[in-house]
């Protein structure tokens, strides 16, 4: 059974970090690729990062050159560092696997950034 546990977020104040945490259980992760996404109120759902099998990334306008996403298949974690934190960045975030294309979804953490 595929099980994916977020944690790390929270409230933090704009100009601020925070570091999310996603472990991976259920799975053979360095086949995964790894992703999060959010969802802010009143929003759809948004691709944030993805991490590839073999390191490669791609990241939202939005985020790039603000937050940094990796991988450690040795302890099946996917990690998501947000720096520079904006207002608009406040969301529900979800670790996400993709496995040719079929998705699994965390239950989400909430990151909350005060202006």
């Known amino acids: 059974q595929v099980q994916l546990v977020e944690s790390g977020g929270g409230l933090v104040q704009a100009g601020g970090s925070l570091r999310l945490s996603c472990a991976a259980s259920?799975?053979?992760?360095?086949?995964?690729?790894m992703a999060w996404y959010r969802q802010a109120p009143g929003k759809q759902r948004e691709l944030v990062a993805t991490i590839s099998t073999t390191g490669g990334t791609v990241y939202a306008d939005s985020v790039k050159d603000r937050f940094t996403i990796s991988r450690d298949n040795a302890k099946k974690m996917v990690y998501l560092q947000m720096n520079s934190l904006k207002p608009e960045d406040t969301a529900v975030y979800y670790c996400?696997?993709?496995?040719?294309?079929?998705?699994?979804w965390g239950q989400g953490t909430q990151v909350t950034v005060s202006s």
């Open positions: 996400v696997r993709d496995f040719s294309g079929s998705l699994t």
């Open positions: 259920g799975i053979i992760f360095r086949l995964n690729a």
